[in-house]
């Protein structure tokens, strides 16, 4: 069985391709949407979803968030008594999918489809892939989210012939695809995008506008306060979507701030944010070759596109409503689902089949000659350009500069720029040549990009017919496989909370959070709360646990209702 | 009889087919493909589609373009779609817009010109999102047609906004984006010229077009040299109207005078472009590292027609960031303030800086750790 998995920024997903449609896993909690946060409790077990989330604020050195964004690079997060990868901490939550679609299907899952922003790099994707390996899954393909969207949305319209955008703005990545449809075959395009826009940036501003509005520079660094500011900033940013309007206090030792905006306001905040949003699509456009006017819809994707100001936005610049009709938290999850019903070869599925394209271009540095003899350095020499359909292989020759050299070295580049200085390298070949003037043919040099935005590089010396492969690693992050054989033993030893009790201990976590904000009686009235409700777990009595556990999220819900709280955001 | 094409056998089709039927036969073949364990399988479907496409958007006159624009204007009454309509009165504003700036910048002084381009540019973003695409094309083509003044500082202050040193970007915009990379192939070039003389012949064009005398008539065989080098650099910041006068001036110049002028024209190294002076030297700085390699055989057309070049190595370099600079950039440039007060070059480098930073995947907003 193959599952599909949105692994996002805030909130990941599950799902299933099941009696010939795509189906989205419920967690243990009843919930599809499972934030992506990992915690480790106090007894040392792994808590994943709703109940890290809670403790975000109440435990923030032993909880970790928004490690997507880390994703790729060797940046690793400090918990409780270890460090941890993002691989790590993603396969954490990969794998607390897993055990939810397991539960749900009632049988084995190892392989998966996993979905990642279009533009992400290649070391991006590999840890991504890496991750998935952690958690126990064959990732049978990984699958850029904006495609995915798109497989949802266009299985759900069954339109026969239609061009449209997706919009795919998350909660810490930016994707925009063009697609054409025709004949059950989906074909991206072009795809463009911003690795480092999300609505986690829109949260963001609401924070910097609560230090803007007196809170002292030194709060930043304490954690419990930033985790409670952010959450509030969140609820104030869904509020501003509901209603128009929000305000909060907040306060920091002696330092009482309210802030208030008004959707004018946050806009106004927002401005270079939604300034960005303009480029990549403009140049997905570009690159498809057709105008906004041409494309039959817009399709949104990703939590953030529900912000009114970013409907606002898609509506002015595209000149049509988007596409209303599919949740656009669930949609990529959906459309991974559909790639692994397409993967096991489903009979609802047979018509339909989907191409991609690399995002970026790919390429090597050359040297030019000058008129007055010499080289100069540093040019960029695309092999792969940008939107070509994968997979793709593309081969070409280098020569060398003098005919006394020993050896060619090729740099190995992502993007745009007509300067390799403007470039990422992501690796390098040096390769031998022998000198002489029979030795002038160089070297072939050859670029596969596979279906899964994975790049391998080889080097053919022509002369001599020997051949070189650029293993890519992207400096310290790259994980060799001897390592990742180390980092799954030391993982396969964290003890994971088991999933009947998770909704329990949830349950705990919120109403720990809520006594840590809360003061006075109240305080005093969770506090009794949570000590019966620990006494009550103690009895292992099932039937009772389960009368309690209502009970008890009952009258959290009623104070949380009752006092300005970051509301619950899945209900 | 004419042959079937290679790439119409290959999806099994007969000599003739409109582009449906290649869609349909593409389409056909490609659910019998895997592409994941199949890739040259694939490559050689999709080469065959790609160029069978090709031939049949050939073979069909019907020119697809003017379709839009049409419907467009002959837009039903009884639509009340309020997008729908809002759409059309964006591209009428559009449109507005543009002709405004138009009309200013033929008044306008270099300064207010530069202002009113990014003006119009940010302008126009909130309108449609096709708005700076039609604006982009519009504006290289009074730049290379010469209607309007200012040319060369236009030409600079849009390279940053319309992402002109982006490959894919001149790639997709066509015959307009060849002619903008070969500008500025010419310009990288001008800019490695020795700045005293660059400085000198930027003020005999602007006397020149201001009003020619025997103080710049001398000078023309200076400006023959830089128009054979550079000529659509040259003609950026020069009319063709103002050269031709220059030129038919000097040659009314008797002989012997006309000699005199070229003796006393700028020398040829003036004119030579500073080969950087690592060139084929093992050094430690670690950009000449790539001098190491090869030149070859994809033609760099952009530069073929002149002689080659680059900008020295050591020029704006990005600085080496860490996580920690990373966040701390990222938190400056939210900050809608970020760029006021900062030069373009500063504007640049912090864009660059950030781009990089974001492909590394170091971009976050500084956490509590990073801040102590």
Aim: include cysteine; charge should be negative.
């Amino acid at each position: 069985m193959i599952i599909g998995i949105d692994l996002g920024t805030t909130h990941s997903l599950a799902a299933v391709w099941k009696d010939g449609g795509p189906r989205l896993v419920p967690n243990a909690l009843g919930s599809v949407l499972t934030p992506s946060c990992v915690g480790i409790d106090e007894d040392g077990s792994v808590l994943v979803g709703e109940a890290a989330r809670e403790r975000l604020q109440t435990h923030p050195q032993r909880t970790a968030s928004l490690f997507k964004r880390y994703m790729g690079s060797a940046r690793t997060v400090r918990l409780a008594d270890r460090d941890y990868r993002p691989e790590e901490l993603s396969a954490l939550v990969l794998r607390s999918l897993k055990d939810d679609a397991e539960a749900f299907l009632g049988q084995a899952v190892t392989e998966a489809v996993i979905t990642v922003p279009a533009y992400f790099s290649d070391a991006q994707r590999k840890a991504t892939r890496v991750a998935g390996e952690l958690a126990g899954l064959k990732v049978e393909r990984l699958l850029n989210e904006p495609t995915a969207a798109a497989l949802a949305y266009g299985l759900h319209e069954g339109a026969t012939e239609t061009q449209f955008l997706v919009f795919d703005l998350g909660g810490g990545t930016f994707d925009v695809s063009i697609l054409e449809m025709f004949e059950g075959v989906m074909e991206v395009r072009a795809s463009a995008g911003d690795n480092m826009l999300g609505g986690e940036d829109f949260s963001t501003l609401i924070v910097e506008r609560a230090f803007a509005e007196g809170i002292p520079e030194a709060a930043r660094a304490d954690a419990v306060f930033m985790q409670r500011l952010t959450a509030r900033a969140e609820a104030a940013k869904r509020e501003l979507g509901a209603r128009g309007g929000a305000t909060f206090d907040i306060d920091w030792r002696d330092t009482r701030v309210t802030v208030t905006l008004d959707a004018d306001a946050f806009e106004k905040l927002s401005q270079p944010l939604l300034d960005r949003l303009w480029r990549p699509i403009e140049r997905a456009l570009r690159d498809a070759r057709i105008r906004a006017a041409d494309l039959d819809n817009v399709v949104l994707a990703g939590g953030a596109t529900r912000m009114p100001m970013i409907r606002a936005l898609a509506t002015r610049m595209f000149g049509r409503f988007p596409a209303v009709g599919l949740n656009p938290d669930e949609v990529v999850a959906l459309g991974a689902a559909v790639q692994a019903g397409l993967k096991m070869k489903d009979a609802a599925l047979n018509e339909t089949v989907m191409t991609d394209v690399c995002p970026y271009t790919l390429g090597t540095d050359v040297a030019q000659r000058l008129e007055s003899g010499g080289h100069a350095a540093g040019f960029y020499a695309p092999i792969i350009q940008r939107n070509t359909v994968v997979p793709v292989s593309r081969v070409q020759r280098f020569s060398p500069i003098s005919p006394q050299q020993k050896a060619i070295r090729l740099g190995v580049y992502q993007g745009e720029s007509r300067m390799v200085r403007d470039n990422i390298l992501l690796g390098e070949l040096n390769v031998p040549i022998q000198p002489g003037p029979g030795h002038a043919d160089g070297v072939d040099l050859r670029f596969t990009y596979d279906v899964n935005g994975l790049l391998e590089v080889e080097a053919t010396v022509v002369a001599t017919g020997e051949k070189q492969r650029l293993v890519i690693e992207s400096g310290d992050a790259h994980m060799s496989p001897s390592d990742i054989e180390a980092r799954l033993a030391a993982l396969s030893l964290l003890k994971i909370h088991p999933r009947d009790t998770l909704e329990n201990r949830t349950l705990l976590a919120r109403a720990e959070r809520m006594y840590e904000q809360l003061l006075g009686d109240m305080r005093d009235h969770v506090g009794k709360m949570i000590l019966r409700f620990e006494q009550v777990l103690a009895t292992q009595d099932a039937r009772l646990i389960a009368r309690d556990a209502e009970l008890f999220r009952q009258a959290l819900k009623a104070i949380e209702a009752d006092s300005h709280f970051a509301p619950d955001p899945v209900s | 009889m004419a042959e079937t094409p290679w790439f119409l056998r290959a999806l099994g089709l007969p000599p003739y087919a409109d582009v449906s039927t290649v869609r349909r036969a593409y389409a056909h073949a490609l659910r019998t493909i895997d592409q994941a364990s199949d890739p040259e399988g694939f490559a050689r479907l999709r080469a065959a589609y790609e160029a069978a496409r090709a031939w049949s958007d050939q073979a069909i006159d019907a020119p697809p373009d003017d379709k839009t624009e049409a419907s467009d204007d002959a837009l039903p009454a009884e639509d009340a779609d309020p997008a729908h309509t809002d759409a059309i009165d964006a591209r009428r504003e559009a449109a507005q817009l543009i002709d405004a700036f138009i009309a200013q910048t033929l008044e306008a002084d270099s300064g207010q010109a530069m202002e009113g381009l990014h003006r119009t540019i940010a302008a126009l973003r909130t309108r449609y999102v096709d708005a700076p695409g039609e604006f982009e094309e519009r504006l290289v083509d009074l730049l290379a047609t010469q209607g309007l003044p200012h040319r060369a500082t236009l030409f600079e202050a849009a390279m940053i906004p319309f992402q002109w040193s982006d490959i894919g970007q001149l790639d997709a915009l066509g015959e307009r984006g060849a002619w903008v990379g070969r500008v500025l192939a010419e310009r990288e070039l001008w800019l490695r010229l020795t700045p005293s003389w660059r400085w000198h012949w930027l003020d005999l064009f602007a006397r020149a077009t201001r009003k020619l005398d025997a103080s710049t008539v001398r000078h023309w065989p200076d400006v023959a040299t830089l128009q054979a080098h550079y000529p659509r650099w040259i003609a950026l910041h020069l009319d063709t109207a103002t050269s031709q006068a220059w030129r038919a001036a000097f040659e009314a110049a008797p002989m012997s005078t006309q000699a005199m002028y070229r003796q006393m024209a700028a020398p040829s190294d003036a004119f030579r472009v500073v080969a950087p002076k690592a060139v084929r030297r093992k050094s430690s700085h670690p950009w000449f590292g790539f001098l190491f390699f090869m030149a070859i055989g994809i033609a760099y057309n952009l530069l073929v027609a002149i002689q080659h070049g680059t900008v020295s190595p050591s020029s704006r370099s990005l600085p080496e960031d860490t996580p920690r600079t990373c966040g701390e950039l990222h938190a400056r440039l939210d900050r809608p303030d970020a760029l006021a007060g900062v030069n373009d070059d500063d504007a640049d480098l912090m864009k660059r800086r950030g781009e990089r930073c974001a492909r590394l995947g170091y971009w976050h907003a500084p956490t509590a750790e990073d801040v102590r």
